[in-house]
């Protein structure tokens, strides 16, 4: 049940883009997106939900397959602050309450 | 404003004890849970409440893992006759509860690391 993302790791150059993609074998509900920096407590990015559109924040978007069951994370012209962990939490079915069911997370780091 | 805060921010303690962990949600904040980290993995959910429902409890580990939310607020995750295996950072997040369809954001607070020697 728990979602698969990819890559697991990804090293840039400030100014490059990365996709990280987030997998489900279940059918979603919303996909939750959420940034961790080392030994700092996850903070959210942004909400997807089915049949939504494509979200995005500044340089960040996201968007949701429904049909792939699958969402996917796009960072554009990257910044050293963009550096962490990227964690996708889902949620299936019809609940748009409840717990998230997290991925295991894909590291990134900007290099300068 | 206040975010979600929890105590001890760190606690060691030894194989065999008891340990309590707290968590003070948003204020105003209806939901909260409970989520696991171990070194490098990702966040594994422990257990959920939602205002006076019965908790949402399918993720503790053992029967060794508890948890309470007293007056619809502060929670308290017990761990009884830790284990070394229970080594890890216990995340509490909440967030509002919207009836109706609109989707939750839940917010972290910035853990308690567990270990136990």
């Known amino acids: 049940q728990q979602p698969v993302q990819s890559p697991q790791a990804v090293i840039l150059r400030e100014g490059e883009d990365a996709v990280i993609n987030c997998s489900s074998s279940?059918?979603?509900?919303?996909v939750h997106w959420y940034r961790q920096k080392h030994g700092e407590a996850p903070v959210f990015l942004m909400i997807?939900?089915?049949?939504?559109e494509q979200k995005g924040h500044e340089k960040i978007s996201a968007s949701f397959n429904e049909k792939k069951q699958q969402s996917s994370l796009y960072l554009t012209a990257s910044q050293l602050s963009y550096s962490g962990t990227y964690f996708c939490?889902?949620?299936?079915?019809?609940?748009?309450?409840?717990?998230?069911?997290f991925g295991q997370g894909t590291t990134l780091q900007v290099k300068p | 404003g206040a975010g979600v805060s929890q105590s001890p921010s760190n606690k060691v303690t030894e194989k065999g004890k008891d340990v309590e962990l707290r968590c003070d949600p948003i204020?105003?904040?209806?939901?909260l849970y409970w989520y696991r980290q171990s070194l490098g993995q990702g966040l594994e959910f422990l257990i959920y409440?939602?205002?006076?429902?019965?908790?949402?409890k399918s993720g503790l580990p053992s029967d060794r893992f508890s948890a309470e939310r007293t007056g619809g607020s502060v929670s308290t995750l017990t761990i009884q006759r830790t284990q070394q295996e229970d080594s890890a950072v216990y995340l509490c997040?909440?967030?509002?509860?919207?009836?109706?369809?609109?989707?939750?954001?839940?917010?972290f607070g910035p853990g308690t690391r567990l270990t136990v020697l």
């Open positions: 409440f939602q205002g006076n429902s019965a908790p949402d």
């Open positions: 997807l939900l089915k049949g939504g």
């Open positions: 939490g889902t949620r299936v079915g019809s609940s748009n309450t409840g717990k998230l069911i």
């Open positions: 997040a909440s967030s509002l509860y919207f009836r109706g369809g609109a989707v939750d954001t839940q917010y």
């Open positions: 279940k059918a979603l509900y919303s």
């Open positions: 204020s105003g904040h209806t939901a």
